[in-house]
């Protein structure tokens, strides 16, 4: 059940190793998957590892180098 945890922007901030102002703007505009609860951005763990899996898979079709 872990994993369908709901986290704040700062979680994903932490998460990602990015500033808040970053998860913000990312999630406006919908790079990263996150739904409102009055007014406050939250996201899903799940959507959020999801996220991160498939921007590896990108970055490697890109031949990017990490």
């Known amino acids: 059940m872990q994993n369908d945890e709901v986290l704040k922007i700062k979680d994903v901030a932490a998460l990602l190793k990015i500033g808040e102002k970053t998860v913000y ?3 406006q ?3 990263l ?3 409102k609860v009055r007014g406050q951005w939250r996201f899903s763990k799940k959507d959020i590892d999801r996220w991160i899996e498939k921007q590896k898979t990108s970055s490697q079709n890109l ?3 990490q």
Do not use: I, K, Q, V
């Open 29 to 31: 505009s919908r790079e």
């Open 33 to 35: 998957p996150g739904f």
């Open 25 to 27: 703007s990312m999630t």
């Open 63 to 65: 031949g990017g180098h």
